[in-house]
């Protein structure tokens, strides 16, 4: 089994600062291991100062809850089976698209937080990282399909 290294997450903000760039974005990036423990962090020049604490927000969430951030935007829509998930773990949980976990072996080894833009370009440059991350270890992504909390497959 893969373990996160430091090493590979200042590759992966790379990787997600290239791509913000590229979508004309000043992001915030974190990077977090299997613990949900911040590994890496990175703002861009001009990123906002509240996306320090979204992207990790994110990044955490995406590790904790072994699902994609988006996953739980639409599941805690008032009305819907999660509502209110957003309050619990002293409010830390990120409804926000732009966190990603990082799959080694079918396992949660980490996650990616961005924030910068709107969900879906926060989604868009969190997936350039893990598309690198998942070409580096020659895993399939399970995040591709849609799907609900709980599960392990993602919308994005």
Known sequence: MY??????AKYLIEIAEQKAR?????SSIAIVDDGANLIAFHRMDGARIAGIEISQGKAWTSAAMQMPTANLAQSALPGSPSFGINTT???KLTILGGGIPLMSHDRVIG???VSGGTSAQDIE????????????????????ASAR????????
């Open 3 to 8: 373990k996160l290294t430091l090493e590979t």
């Open 22 to 26: 590229q979508m004309g974005l000043n």
């Open 89 to 91: 773990n002293h409010g």
């Open 111 to 113: 996650g990616i937080g």
């Open 125 to 144: 440059v969190a997936n350039a990282s893990v598309n690198a991350f998942t070409s580096m270890h020659g895993a399939r992504d399970p995040w591709t």
């Open 149 to 156: 909390i709980g599960s392990n497959q993602s919308y994005r």
